[in-house]
């Protein structure tokens, strides 16, 4: 499923106990807020980028999309090899897919929030919860 299209990554920012993470993204022409992906209880954060020594933030965005991990063989694909992916499989995790030009990331967490609405919230988990 598709959250954002053609934007620019601002900023990326770690909770303090580092479980969560929040993406903020901007209008790739007048800079102005498009919205923050908050990206709660992570279980996996893989950032890539390919910037020249004077390039940082904002990037280019083509895509935000996400799906629901329903299989322990993506788990694998994604190199998520801890004691408790099957355990992960059950809960649906979320993948997050954040790809554009100079970088890519790919998030697992079990719950996330995309201008404070619920994009998906795992009801297992009591720390999400509010």
């Known amino acids: 499923m598709n959250i954002l299209r053609d934007v620019n990554l601002d900023e990326i920012s770690f909770s303090k106990d580092g479980r969560s993470v929040e993406l903020y993204f901007i209008d790739m022409h007048e800079g102005k807020r498009v919205g ?5 209880s992570v279980y996996s954060f893989k950032y890539q ?3 020249e020594d004077d390039d940082s933030l904002a990037a280019y965005i083509g895509e ?7 299989s322990k063989e993506l788990l694998k694909n994604l190199n998520y090899n801890f004691h408790d992916s099957e355990q992960l499989v059950e809960n649906e995790p979320l993948l997050i897919n954040i790809e554009g030009g100079e ?6 967490c079990r719950a996330a ?6 994009i998906y919230r795992d009801t297992q988990c009591a720390e999400i919860n509010r």
Do not use: R, S
């Not at 970088?103 to 697992?108: F, G, Q, R, S, T």
């Not at 929030?113 to 619920?118: A, G, M, P, Y």
């Open 64 to 70: 935000v999309n996400y799906e629901k991990i329903k």
């Open 103 to 108: 970088l890519v990331l790919e998030i697992i």
């Open 36 to 40: 923050i992906l908050n990206c709660l």
């Open 113 to 118: 929030e995309f201008n404070n609405k619920d």
């Open 49 to 51: 980028n390919c910037f």
